[in-house]
């Protein structure tokens, strides 16, 4: 009979017959697959990615959805929530800016700040019971994973750790994005074709199509992956890397059948934060491609850039 294990008290070595085949034994397991060179690759063709195992679980993503779904079904947090005023920091909007739009997009969205979460969460809806709870983890699981993202992208462009870890990442805002159903989807446009304006976005949308991105010229769909993240390179990465990654355009379409619901986290610099080329990334044969500004300037030329139609870079541009 086996002698039990725990009965062999004065083993000397690990008996022969324990022994694992080399190619088996612990340690010998392929290397974990190094993401950079892949995140920095569709950062540069497409400006966006999804992202799978990233760690946040999946029962807080079918919670998060359930809550958001749950606001929009009360019309009282709602209306609590409305506001024509810009200056309110927790507020819902209908549109992009409805009273400056030639055209309007069939978008409801709740904007709420929400780093650091002490300082925000008591101006957030109070309904759905489980909103603030739900939402206030979501936000900061989304905060740490918007920071390891950058720090793959700090590696793969040869950037210090931690570089966006100041006032370049010191907003975060989210967004809830509700597209109601729509009489005649072929009409409309629930945003139409743009790129963020900050730095990097993640933006959890459930399995539902709608997302479009631009590349060579057209329009393709992102096919829902369960439980992914889509991750956006903004404006602000674009110009921070040198041009070295590129802002992804994208829009969204409306569905006659169903209500579409997604949830955008967006990293921002402060209004204060000078925006330049990284200087780890300018030399004499990488001339900076762009001027450095203050991203409260940004914004307000943005909005202007928009309404005239012009591309909202042009004006920073060096060459
Ligand atoms: O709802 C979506 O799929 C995209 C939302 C978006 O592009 C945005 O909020 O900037
Ligand atoms: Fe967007």
């Not at 195992?53 to 359930?66: A, F």
Request: hydrophobic share 35%; with cysteine; proline share 8%.
């Amino acid at each position: 009979m086996e002698k039990l294990l725990s009965c062999r008290s004065n083993l000397k070595d690990v008996p022969e017959s324990y022994i694992l085949p080399s190619e088996s034994r612990p340690g010998k397991e392929a290397p974990p697959c190094n993401m950079v060179p892949q995140i920095i690759q569709a950062s540069q063709e497409f400006g966006h990615f999804q992202l799978v195992n990233h760690g946040i679980p999946n029962k807080l993503l079918d919670d998060v959805m359930q809550v958001v779904k749950g606001f929009f079904e009360l019309p009282t947090e709602k209306e609590n929530l409305y506001s024509k005023g810009l200056k309110q920091s927790c507020r819902l909007y209908t549109n992009i800016n409805y009273a400056s739009e030639g055209v309007h997009y069939w978008r409801d969205a709740p904007r709420q700040p929400c780093h650091p979460l002490e300082e925000h969460i008591q101006n957030w809806p109070h309904k759905p019971t489980l909103y603030r709870d739900v939402m206030g983890s979501f936000s900061v699981k989304l905060r740490e994973l918007s920071l390891q993202i950058w720090d793959m992208i700090c590696e793969g462009l040869g950037l210090e750790f931690g570089y966006f870890n100041d006032e370049h990442s010191s907003v975060q805002l989210l967004t809830i994005n509700h597209y109601p159903p729509c009489l005649d989807a072929s009409l409309t446009l629930g945003l139409p074709k743009h790129s963020d304006v900050n730095l990097i976005t993640l933006l959890y949308r459930g399995e539902m199509h709608g997302l479009q991105i631009w590349k060579d010229e057209q329009w393709y769909l992102v096919e829902p992956i369960p439980n992914a993240l889509v991750v956006n390179i903004g404006h602000m990465l674009q110009i921070v890397s040198n041009g070295k990654l590129k802002s992804g355009d994208h829009r969204v379409m409306t569905s006659k059948e169903v209500a579409r619901t997604t949830i955008g986290s967006f990293i921002h610099p402060s209004v204060n934060c000078q925006i330049e080329p990284a200087k780890a990334l300018v030399d004499e044969w990488n001339p900076p491609l762009y001027m450095p500004f203050q991203y409260k300037d940004f914004l307000s030329a943005y909005i202007a850039d928009t309404h005239a139609r012009l591309p909202p870079l042009d004006r920073y541009k060096l060459q």
